[in-house]
Every structure is written in C-alpha cells, then in structure tokens.
C-alpha cells in the first residue's frame, strides 16, 4: 500500500513550469522533481525561471548565509 496517492490531475488554476520541456502547464503534468510551481497565474509560471534567478542572486548575496570569520562577529 502506497504512502501518498500519485495526483494525476491538477487544479484548475494551479499553473507550473515544467524544467524538462520549458512549458508553462496547467495542472502538474510532470513529475514535482521537475518543475516548479504551483503558481497562480500562467504569467507567473512563464516567469519562473526570472523568479528563481533572482532569488538565487538574492541569497548569493545575503550576508546572513554566508560564514564570517570570527573578527567580523564583533
């Protein structure tokens, strides 16, 4: 017996972007390890990928992710 149930169809209104195909769906059509989602509109999802570069960018950036020496802890 199956733990969790493989959700074939999705929501209507749930929108994802599938990382093997480069698309925009609606519904998960592809496995959760590829893609991203869910979002709420088909615009957000066609953003996806500018999303995910600027929170990288973000978190590249943020000093509370980084280790500091000890004489920058003063």
């Known amino acids: ?18 990382l093997v195909h480069k698309k925009v769906e609606e519904g998960p059509e592809c496995p ?8 709420a509109s088909r615009e957000e999802a066609q953003h996806a990928m500018d999303t995910a570069a600027e929170r990288n960018l973000e978190w590249e950036t943020d000093p509370r992710w980084h280790d500091r020496s000890p004489d920058q802890e003063k």
């Open 1 to 18: 017996m199956a733990l969790f149930k493989k959700r074939t169809v999705g929501k209507p209104g749930e929108w994802y972007y599938c």
């Open 32 to 39: 959760a390890k590829d893609r991203f989602g869910p979002y």
